[in-house]
């Protein structure tokens, strides 16, 4: 990611950026940033249309940001997933 732009610029281009994840993260996907040292972690919700300009517009949701792994081992993707609600 560093070099390419700041990440929410490019969320704003691609929101499905960075890779899908599964399991309880199912419908989210994360990028590694950092030099690998840290995860941003985020969910698209269902898609609106923007009435000024007739564009379809997916709202994204960032659900965790973080270091890859805690002091005591854990990854970013073992604490429970957040509500985006």
Request: hydrophobic share 35%; aromatic share 10%.
């Amino acid at each position: 990611m560093e070099g390419n732009g700041g990440l929410f610029d490019q969320l704003e281009k691609s929101p499905d950026l960075g890779y899908a994840l599964d399991g309880e993260w199912e419908g989210c996907y994360a990028v590694h940033i950092g030099r690998d040292r840290f995860r941003v972690i985020w969910e698209l919700m269902p898609p609106i249309e923007d009435y000024d300009s007739g564009d379809e517009l997916i709202p994204v949701v960032i659900l965790r940001v973080g270091p890859k792994t805690d002091p005591w081992g854990r990854a970013i993707y073992d604490a429970p997933r957040p509500s985006s609600l």
